[in-house]
Structures are given as structure tokens and as C-alpha cells.
């Protein structure tokens, strides 16, 4: 009796708590909205922030709230836009696909070293000095940041220069937060023609600390017959919804920093 004794108060104890947490869970259970949870479950959770909401599940209330687009997750692209499409009822929209670009080719092999920098081994760090220890202060800085942050590994730094795989890129938008320089933007997958550099530098400058630097000489937007180029603050700068790819720009430009893509 010793022993039994214990044993049966502690299972009635068990019994009497369970009971307890059973009915609990009944009368104070919040709703849980079902659109909301078909929706989510169309996200891919990349959490990137691209939509203009705090993450899928911000992205996720709005939608079931009926108080955003349906074509807004730039990761999940055209299929998530149709599946969420589908469980609200509605228009899918267009959605243009986007790839992360990095506006600088320079690196040590076309720009190199102002100085040696021996402090923390971070795009941020390093840009705290006198705006880097590249000899362009517009450039990339090479230190990886942007590569930390990418969750799909879409970015890679060799010689002092990041670049971006246009098939790993799900243009989710992250790197471009973390860029010091603001070198990263996103435009579109389709686009032909882009300019490898973001220096406003002044053409004798430019030349001196990039030898594939933009020198703003304007023969480029000479060469352009649809008008999708114009040189702003000594930088070339391409509207890629009016370039047609012909190329005509890249064969004009003398420091060769106009690039078709592949």
C-alpha cells in the first residue's frame, strides 16, 4: 500500500491535468484562418523581404487580408503566383522574373589597391575607411558580404570582385541590402545589356582607378538607337525595358564596360 499509494495520486494528478489542458485548449484555441495557411503553403519561405512584407508569413496575412497582389514573391516567381492565384480566386498578374547584378567588373584585375587594410575582413568594415581600400571608391569591395547573405549561394568573390550565377539567382533581393555601396540591384532575367560600373567619377578620374571604368563619354547613348541609354552623373545608365540588345552600345564604348550577358 506504501507504494501504491503514490502511484495512484500521481496518475490522478496526470488524469486531472490532462483534462484540465484538454478543455483549455478548446475554450481558449484562437481561430486559425484556413486561407491563410493554403496561402503560406504556396510560399517557397525564403523570407527575403522582396514582396514589401516582413517575410512569407507577413506576405501570407496580406494576401488572405486581401490587401496585396498575388504577384509579389519574386523567389517563388510565376508558380507560387498561380498557386496563390488559385486558393483567392483571382488574377494571377504578370510577373517579371529578376536576377541580382552587380554593377562593378573592376576588381583587382582592372582597378586593384589604394592601401593595405589588415581590420575586420568585411565589405562593412572595410568601407568604414576613407570608403574602402580599392582605388575606386564606387567599387566592390570585395570582401564577401553580399555572398554571406545570399541563402541560395548565387554569389561568388574571386580577385577582389563578386559575381553573381544568373542560375542559382532566385532574386530574392537580400544582397542588395548589405552592400555598403549600393553596387547590387535586381533587373530583370530577360535583360541583354547591363553597365559594369556605378562610378560617378569624373572621366580622367574613373580612368585612373578602373581600367573598365564608365568615363561618361556618351558615345554609348550616341550608338543607341531606342534611346535606352543615358548618361547621368558621368555613368552610363540603361533602361533595359527599351533595350533591344543589338549591341550597338557595348561595340561604341572605348573602356569596354558595357557587357551583353549570356
Request: net charge neutral; aromatic share 4%; glycine share 14%.
Amino acid at each position: 500500500m506504501e507504494i501504491l499509494i503514490p502511484v495512484i495520486a500521481v496518475t490522478v494528478i496526470g488524469l486531472l491535468a490532462a483534462g484540465m489542458l484538454v478543455a483549455a485548449s478548446k475554450f481558449m484555441a484562437v481561430p486559425v484562418d484556413e486561407t491563410y495557411v493554403q496561402v503560406r503553403a504556396c510560399l517557397p519561405g525564403a523570407n527575403c523581404g522582396a514582396c514589401g512584407f516582413a517575410g512569407c508569413d507577413g506576405y501570407a496575412q496580406a494576401l488572405a487580408a486581401g490587401e496585396a497582389a498575388p504577384n509579389l514573391c519574386v523567389p517563388g516567381g510565376a508558380d507560387a503566383a498561380a498557386a496563390v492565384a488559385a486558393v483567392l480566386g483571382v488574377d494571377a498578374g504578370d510577373v517579371t522574373e529578376v536576377r541580382a547584378y552587380i554593377g562593378c567588373h573592376g576588381g583587382l584585375v582592372h582597378s586593384g589597391k589604394k592601401c593595405e587594410y589588415a581590420g575586420i575582413a568585411t565589405c562593412a568594415g572595410v568601407n568604414l575607411m576613407f570608403a574602402g581600400d580599392g582605388r575606386c571608391s564606387y567599387g566592390c569591395l570585395g570582401y564577401g558580404d553580399c555572398a554571406k547573405a545570399c541563402p541560395n549561394g548565387a554569389i561568388s568573390v574571386a580577385e577582389g570582385l563578386a559575381s553573381v550565377s544568373r542560375t542559382l539567382c532566385t532574386g530574392c533581393g537580400i544582397c542588395t541590402k548589405v552592400c555598403p555601396n549600393h553596387l547590387i540591384s535586381l533587373i530583370p532575367a530577360a535583360a541583354k545589356i547591363v553597365v559594369g560600373c556605378s562610378s560617378q567619377d569624373k572621366g580622367a578620374v574613373a580612368k585612373m582607378a578602373c581600367g573598365v571604368g564608365c568615363i561618361g563619354c556618351k558615345k554609348c547613348e550616341k550608338a543607341c538607337s531606342s534611346g535606352a541609354i543615358t548618361v547621368k552623373n558621368n555613368l552610363a545608365v540603361l533602361d533595359s525595358g527599351r533595350c533591344t540588345g543589338c549591341g550597338a552600345c557595348v561595340e561604341a564604348c572605348p573602356m569596354g564596360c558595357l557587357y551583353k550577358l549570356c
